[in-house]
């Protein structure tokens, strides 16, 4: 089975509102990229990858007039792809939805949200947590809340998928560095506020006895800025798991965490105004501990560091066309 995440950059203004696919020369949201050459782009890709399931961040929107599984089902229909069945959970109002492609021929999917406790509510409600260590917790959301999928095989196995798009910490709307200082340990409070609550999730599905995999766009990494020293850790190494607790695996994530310097695998290219590209790592596929035991493959389809995806000229200039990131792939045998 091959299970990939994905995140695709403007995804939702690639349709109109009856959820039909715009394919013409106007400009799309992506950098000097029409919608046209961003569409068949996107197609080329989900095409090359052949994946039985994809969790696609930043997916179309769902709102009182658009519907993210009609777009992201058009698109399928469109392109021929063998994941043509949409799934999203609970809708949000940043207008990129978290949705699951899926081919409904061999596999069902259906949102499975859990509840652990007040500590540990569904991803729809709020959790108290003390942001800013003053003994009095505020009450921490999701503005994309993770999908929860129970995933059933043909053969009756079943798979728990959590896709996940974390809060950004970046610091929007600052004017000036004292203010961009304080909108960054802002975001990254709640950034790592919404890891520790998915990890008491992760925990709930390990005890369980539940194999799990956690999956999609992080907004973080080992070392990723200067505010991890502030705070000792990063987001991902919160959910991966520490200490004597059940840890999750993905081995780009292991390997950045081992590394201060030196190559470190990437997932996202962004160009910056007036400067060189700026590469990081920000895409994971975690799986729990009795998945390992599946021989499980990982790649990365970075266009100039994998190097079938760079040497088949069309797919390299499709991802660069596409998004800003680029698909994180898992191979597994169920």
Known sequence: MRIVTYNVEWFNTLFD????????????????????????????VFRALDADVVMVIEAPDSSRHRQSKRALETFAETFRLRADTA?????????????????????????APRSGGADNPRFDAEMPFDLDVDAAPEPVTWSKPPLEVALTTPGGEMLNLIGVH??????????????????????????????????????????????????????????????????????VEIVLGEGESPQLYDPHARLALGRR??????????????????????????????????????????????????????????????????????????
């Open 17 to 44: 509102d009856a959820g039909r696919l715009i394919n013409d020369s106007s400009w799309s949201s992506r950098w000097d990229v029409t919608k046209e050459q961003q569409t068949q782009s996107l197609g080329a």
């Open 166 to 235: 974390a809060k950004s910490k970046a610091p929007h709307g600052a004017r000036n560095k004292k203010e961009a200082m304080r909108i960054s340990i802002a975001n990254r409070r709640k950034q790592l506020a919404q890891c520790i609550w998915l990890r008491k999730r992760v925990e709930q599905v390990l005890h369980e006895g539940e194999p799990l995999i956690v999956m999609g766009d992080f907004n973080d990494g080992p070392g990723l800025d200067e505010y991890e020293k502030l705070f000792g850790r990063s987001g």
């Open 87 to 111: 799934l999203i959970g609970f809708p949000n109002d940043t207008q990129q939805e978290i949705a699951l492609l899926y081919d409904a021929r061999t596999l069902n999917a259906k949102h």
């Open 261 to 334: 310097i030196g190559a470190i695998p990437t997932t996202a290219r962004f160009k910056r105004k007036g400067g060189p590209y700026l590469s990081a790592l920000l895409d994971y596929v975690m799986i729990s501990p009795d998945l390992m035991a599946r021989q499980p493959s990982w790649q990365i389809w970075h266009p100039f560091d994998h190097p079938d995806c760079y040497a088949d000229k069309a797919l390299r200039e499709a991802l660069l066309l596409a998004s800003d990131h680029f698909p994180v792939l898992l191979d597994l045998t169920l």
